[in-house]
């Protein structure tokens, strides 16, 4: 009986040095790369500190293009509002000169004088005395002394009109001086803005492929305690059932002296299967064979929604009376590149650009004797547009015009562009 409870100790000793030590060596190995993944996060956390300062960069040169564009609009107003003002002058100033001019008309037919005063002759050789001479003479000077005010003062509004319209012309080309620089500006903002958006992805990107990592790792922890928990429970049951068998030989008071000795056959007819480590850790790839080079058949990419110059023009309609916000690309508000933008990205599914340089490059550039419904329309040279709508038909287009102002529709003839664009 000694001799069987001796066997049954020897299964148990087999247990723990068999299955046991692999399964220490494979949490031991999963400890060592999720030690190892993160100490890689606390590297990446670094990193994130870095871009974190690049970020808050990147936000200052946001803050400062916007307070620039902020400046550029005030600018903008201002010189509308005198440019509006310089035009209701000029109006006043023409419609004096009109009513001047009638009434120089008027008196050059009353005094009838000329270079040569021979009217003033016969003023006085037709007089009824002396005294009436003298009396027209001087009604005849006075009227020619009014006449030659009215006309200095006829020259020198006429000379006012031309100088207010010359500083019209100038204000009007500072103004779209001021729009081309504002849509640049528009364009620096949006770089920016995917800049700040880049940095922010990498980082996260680098993140989630690390934690990733880790929490693999940390499955395979997992699994591998797992492992060892179930082997220590296995060798408790095999030292449990040594000790009952002990304690049955001590009641029993009984030796079997005829019992032979224990062999390896009586322990156990089935040997205990070794684990390897690599077993714990990682499941077993299946042997593969070496598969024959094929070309999978890519899915095909979804066709964009279909939509033509009408449609376009359609949802253009639906944002009329939506007011103009320098930078707003909606759907409550918009600038007239991101009104665009978004009819062309709601209507067609396509990206145009975020502001007119870009959305100039969208499609084939054409006359606006070559319009139709849908087409883009550009004011300013290309390259340097600095405004931007959609062409509705009818010589009208549709667009986000300025501060102040709402979506809406004006006609060709009032404000026209330079060119249009149809997007491919």
Not at 12 to 20: D, R
Not at 303 to 320: D, L, M, Q
Not at 345 to 361: H, L
């Amino acid at each position: 009986m000694k001799k069987k409870v001796l066997s049954t100790v020897l299964l148990s000793s087999m247990l723990l040095s068999t299955v046991g030590a692999p399964a220490v060596a494979t949490a031991a190995n999963t400890d060592s790369k999720v030690e190892e993944q993160n100490k890689k996060i606390k590297e990446l956390a670094s990193k994130e500190q870095e871009a974190t300062n690049q970020l808050s960069s990147i936000k200052e040169n946001i803050s400062s293009i916007k307070e620039e564009a902020s400046a550029l609009q005030s600018k903008q107003a201002e010189l509308t509002k005198e440019i509006s003002s310089l035009n209701g002058e000029v109006q006043d100033l023409e419609a004096r000169i009109a009513k001047r001019d009638a009434s120089i008309k008027e008196q050059a037919r009353s005094v009838q004088v000329d270079s040569n005063s021979s009217n003033v002759v016969d003023l006085v050789l037709n007089a009824d005395s002396v005294s009436d001479a003298l009396t027209k003479v001087m009604a005849a000077s006075r009227l020619v002394g009014a006449n030659n005010d009215m006309m200095k003062q006829q020259k020198e509004d006429k000379d006012a009109v031309e100088s207010k319209k010359s500083s019209v012309e100038e204000k009007a080309k500072e103004v779209q001086e001021t729009a081309i620089t504002l849509e640049a500006k528009k364009g620096e903002l949006e770089d920016q803005e995917l800049a700040q958006q880049a940095a922010i992805s990498q980082i996260s990107a680098e993140k989630a492929t690390e934690e990733s990592k880790k929490n693999q790792y940390l499955a395979e922890q997992k699994a591998a305690e797992a492992k060892r928990e179930e082997q220590r429970k296995a060798v408790e049951v095999a030292n449990q059932a040594a000790k009952n068998e002990q304690v049955n030989t001590d009641n029993s008071g009984k030796i079997d002296k005829q019992e032979t000795v224990v062999t390896p056959n009586d322990i156990n007819t089935t040997k205990p299967t070794e684990t390897k480590p690599e077993e714990t850790v990682t499941p077993n790839t299946p042997e593969q064979s070496t598969p024959v080079a094929t070309t999978p058949t890519p899915a095909p990419t979804p066709a964009a929604p279909a939509a033509n110059g009408n449609a376009i023009v359609s949802e253009a309609y639906k944002h009329i009376g939506k007011p103009y916000v320098w930078g707003a690309k909606g759907p409550e508000s918009f600038d007239c590149s991101g009104f665009t933008s978004y009819v062309f990205r709601q209507a067609a599914g396509k990206e145009i650009g975020g502001w007119t340089v870009p959305q100039e490059s969208a499609g084939t550039q054409i006359s606006l004797g070559e319009l139709q419904p849908g087409d883009l329309v550009f004011w300013g040279s290309r390259g340097s547009t600095y405004h931007v709508g959609i062409y509705v038909g009818g010589g009208q287009y549709i667009h986000a015009p300025q501060p102040g102002e709402s979506v809406k529709v004006t006609s060709m003839s009032y404000y026209s562009p330079d060119f249009g664009v149809r997007v491919n």
